[in-house]
Nanobody, 119 residues
Framework: QVQLVESGGGLVQPGGSLRLSCAAS????????MGWYRQAPGKQRELVAT???????NYADSVKGRFTISRDNAKNTVYLQMASLKPEDTAVYSC?????????????WGQGIQVTVSS
């Protein structure tokens, strides 16, 4: 059974920092591309950052220079370090594990975790 479990969310003041973690089980973590997505109330889910199996990263323009995605294959965990947080970063953040093998997509999601940026 595949599980992705996020942790590290909560309430933080504008300008503050948080580190999200996503621990994976039930998959060979190292062969999956990993990503963080977020969904704010009344908005569509959007990509925040991705990291490939080789460590290549990609960020939404809105978080470039403030967020850093990383992975630890030994711990089966992907991280999202968030700094200089803004109220507009408030959302439910979810991690994703994805790969395509023999044209078959494998796509798994965590349950999501709330991040609230407010004074």
């Amino acid at each position: 059974q595949v599980q992705l479990v996020e942790s590290g969310g909560g309430l933080v003041q504008p300008g503050g920092s948080l580190r999200l973690s996503c621990a994976a089980s039930g998959i060979i973590f190292s062969i999956y591309n990993m990503g963080w997505y977020r969904q704010a109330p009344g908005k569509q889910r959007e990509l925040v950052a991705t990291i490939s199996t080789g460590g290549n990263t990609n960020y939404a323009d809105s978080v470039k220079g403030r967020f850093t995605i990383s992975r630890d294959n030994a711990k089966n965990t992907v991280y999202l370090q968030m700094a200089s947080l803004k109220p507009e970063d408030t959302a439910v953040y979810s991690c994703n594990a994805g790969r395509v093998a023999l044209s078959i997509p494998y796509d798994y999601w965590g349950q999501g975790i709330q991040v609230t940026v407010s004074s």
